[in-house]
């Protein structure tokens, strides 16, 4: 008989990540009543709530209830304490390595402005990863919503902080919203600033949109990316050129773009030699962090210890992480499935 290996001692990075998103439940009831924030039920009843992202009115509730939650993060000690947490839980669900992502304009107002916002998180991440052991990195992250300029000013602070613990540029929030074209020149910014490109892609909208952070943004990883499923060439593509799609197949339930765990094409891009990074995207909001986006693919895919094995090597490859970061990682992984 084959015992079940424990997938939170699998070695494994975790490379998407939301800043805001990463809070456990209780810090953000605790940080609410220390600002006199009132949170509304989805987010105060420590059940997830059921979303509809997949109509912009969802999607909008979403963002809503995001934005509630990050209005409850105002003095540095609730930064440190958010990235200290979410340090400590992934560690606790087998991370060796954490890419954590942020738009730091958001926290900008209460923090004394841009550059010392990010300032402030770069410091807690530093301190974060000093306490808990854990790797950990940050990709900027523009807003879709937001002119190009800004993300352009994000792009150029980015690469001024890639010595002081910036890997990547990103691009979040509606893929319905404006082309990925517009956002061209900020992302030859930061690439050429020597950040990685990792646009949100392919979630809320098809296939078409993971081609245009290939062809306008020259993605080397693509936030999410499932719906290349629906594109045998452009699976073929991803699986050529090693671009790592960070899957986060919990969130693709809660937010409604697959219907069940079983629906999300896990499968069609491991078949196809899409390199994937599970991650778990906005635990706050979805419940569930990332030792569980394993267990889905074990639970609801049979991925054998061997794939799921493989699964953590595809996020260790695909990650930020320094050579012996990742050659650490993956002997872990080869020890974990030699137990
Ligand atoms: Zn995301």
């Known amino acids: ?49 059921r979303l509809r992202a997949t109509d912009e009115r969802g999607w909008f509730r979403f963002q809503r209830l995001y934005d509630i939650a990050r209005s409850c993060l ?34 900008a107002p209460h923090l004394g402005g841009l550059i010392p916002a990010l300032e402030i998180i770069l410091d807690a991440v530093d301190g974060a990863s000093r306490e808990t ?34 890997v990547g540029f990103g691009l979040s929030n509606d893929e319905r919203r404006g082309m990925a074209r517009d956002f061209d020149r900020a992302f030859a910014i930061a690439r050429e600033g020597g950040l990685l490109a990792a646009p949100h892609g392919g979630e809320l909208t098809g296939p078409s949109s993971v081609r245009d952070c290939l ?80 267990e889905i693919a074990r639970r609801h895919h049979g991925f054998t210890d061997a794939e799921l094995a493989e699964l953590a090597r595809q996020s260790v490859r695909g990650s930020a992480a320094p050579e012996d970061v990742r050659a650490k990682l993956l002997a872990g992984i080869d020890d974990w499935l030699a137990s």
């Open 1 to 49: 008989m084959e015992h079940v290996r424990d997938l939170t001692l699998l070695p494994k990075a975790h490379l998407h990540l939301h800043f805001t998103g990463s809070m456990r439940p209780t810090t953000l009831i605790e940080l609410a009543d220390k600002y006199g924030v009132h949170l509304p039920e989805a987010l105060s009843s420590g059940t997830p709530p």
């Open 133 to 166: 052991g854990l790797g950990m990195r940050v990709l900027v992250a523009a807003n879709r919503m937001k002119h190009p300029l800004e993300a352009r000013t994000l792009a150029r602070l980015a690469v001024r902080f890639a010595d002081r613990g910036v």
């Open 215 to 294: 062809d306008d943004l020259r993605a080397a990883r693509v936030g999410h990316g499932v719906r290349a499923a629906e594109d045998p060439r452009l699976l073929r593509r991803l699986a050529e050129k090693g671009v790592t799609c960070e899957v986060c197949p919990a969130s693709n339930v809660a937010l409604g773009v697959y219907e069940k765990p079983e629906d999300v094409p896990l499968r069609t891009l491991f078949e196809a030699g899409v390199p994937m990074a599970l991650g778990a995207d906005d635990p706050l909001l979805f419940g569930s962090r990332l030792a569980a986006q394993y």
């Open 74 to 107: 105002r003095e540095p000690e609730d930064i440190r304490r958010l990235v200290r947490e979410a340090a400590q839980e992934d560690v606790r669900d087998g991370a060796g390595w954490l890419e954590i992502q942020v738009d730091p304009t958001s926290y």
